[in-house]
């Protein structure tokens, strides 16, 4: 496999490049698989990593994490791991070490892969994307449009996530699959609640690896406002994302396996808030 | 392509192809046997090397990457005396085929290095995104608390 390789040095030319049709890369972790099996054949790679390299930015109301940024660089800022306990939690369950040495949070949205654990987080959170080079702002959920589709002009790439900070929520993440990395999940769910009392004020659901997307559904979620912290709860959860849940049987496992976990994981999720579950 | 970087502590200028991966720039040009393709996808760990500190899959990294870089594989370890991780592998039996172990000392080498005295789930977690299809990974771990043992001794210098 051949290619050409261009290093930018500001983000005009990486617009350029992509225009011209490069294929842009950080931590290179899909993309080099992806050439590897030959479901990708470039001409240009275009390297990002000659601009913005390991920035976070926290302002008390949004996380901002650029591109170029690796899941180590979160796993070692303090912000992320004080105020955003939830994706802290899922970062350390990308990959492997050195996968996230070298993988990048941008990159993952840049894949739109339907099991990407990132992505499940920034729906959960209802990050925005900054879209270099006009810088203009769009919800991850209008972003993405499929797997590895982006609704993206030819001259456009990403260029950081900004997730908003979210206080007094209570976070969960579970992914299943079989090994504990380098796991792409068979599926995944992400669950931020809210709650006094024994009221749910507000519950945020998502499910990885079930459907072409992210799954998330407001209607259901507003439904669940007002309702009881209570197991028929969770149990009703589990129900209506399964009935929305649009699973495929591929190598890792069948459609049938997938919705039954659908309608469990709430319910583990739910004895696991109420610390029955160690 | 042009790059300059350390490897193994020595400067070097070479001149690479675009869409050459390091894992075979290391291995096939500089002959440096112990970087190895296990999956060539990032899975397995066998081409485990250290970039600025960092342990990194060679094979899902391009050599014109390196440039600017310090780089260091298992030769550059063994040159310089530090073996504290390798003879913990020997005297501890962590070594069936030997195929995976050089990216396993690269790792260890990144976590000791972070992290001169980890636990047990520590060591587990620094060492996931290596596979061993001999030893069963008890070995293993018990090599790595072997040399942080041995690291203590000698006052954390190799």
């Known amino acids: ?278 | 392509m042009r790059i300059n970087f350390r490897i193994n502590g020595k400067e070097m200028s070479a001149d690479v192809p675009p869409y050459k991966r390091a894992l075979d720039f290391l291995r096939d040009d500089l002959r440096l046997m112990s970087v190895k393709e296990g999956c060539g996808e990032g899975e397995c760990g066998a081409c485990t090397i250290i970039v600025d500190g960092k342990n990194i899959p060679s094979c899902l990294m391009l050599a014109v990457e390196l440039d600017g870089k310090d780089v260091w594989t298992l030769e550059g370890l063994v040159e310089k005396g530090d073996t504290i991780i390798q003879d913990a592998f020997i005297r501890k039996g962590a070594i069936q085929c030997g195929f995976c172990t050089p990216g396993f000392i690269m790792s260890v080498k990144a976590l000791l290095n972070e992290n001169p005295d980890p636990t047990d789930e520590e060591i587990k977690e620094a060492l996931e995104g290596n596979l061993c299809r001999c030893t069963g990974y008890l070995k293993i771990v018990e090599a790595v608390k072997e040399a942080v043992k041995m690291l203590k001794i000698q006052g954390g210098k190799p």
Do not use: W
């Open chain 1, 1 to 278: 496999m051949r290619f050409d390789y261009v290093k930018p040095r500001d983000i005009v030319e990486i617009s350029k490049a992509k225009k011209a049709g490069g294929t842009l890369f950080a931590g290179g972790t899909d993309v080099f698989v992806k050439i590897r099996n030959k479901v990708m054949n470039p001409h240009l790679l275009v390297d990002t990593k000659g601009v913005e390299t390991g920035k976070i930015d926290f302002d008390g109301k949004f996380l901002t994490i650029y591109m170029n940024t690796t899941y180590r660089d979160l796993l070692k800022s303090e912000v992320v791991k004080k105020h955003f306990p939830l994706i802290f939690k899922i970062v350390k369950t990308v990959g492997s070490p050195q996968i996230r040495n070298r993988g990048t949070p941008v990159g993952n949205v840049g894949n739109a892969s339907p099991a990407g654990d990132f992505l499940l987080s920034l729906y959960l959170y209802e990050a925005s994307c900054v879209i270099a080079p006009t810088m203009r702002e769009v919800k991850i959920s209008e972003l993405v449009k499929g797997p590895g589709k982006l609704d993206l002009g030819e001259d456009e790439f990403i260029y950081a996530l900004k997730i908003p900070y979210l206080q007094g929520y209570e976070g969960y993440f579970e992914k299943v699959g079989s090994r504990n990395a380098m796991v792409i999940s068979i599926a995944s769910v992400g669950i931020l609640i809210k709650r006094r009392e024994n009221v749910i004020e507000d519950v945020r659901v998502a499910f990885g690896s079930v459907a072409p997307t992210i799954l998330r559904s407001r209607e259901v979620e507003e439904r669940m406002r007002g309702e009881k912290f209570s197991q028929d709860t969770f149990e009703k959860i589990g129900k209506e994302y399964e009935k929305l849940s649009k699973p495929i049987t591929d190598i890792r496992a069948s459609a049938n396996y997938r919705k039954k976990l659908v309608r469990n994981l709430p319910l583990k999720a739910y004895f696991n808030f109420k610390g029955e579950i160690p």
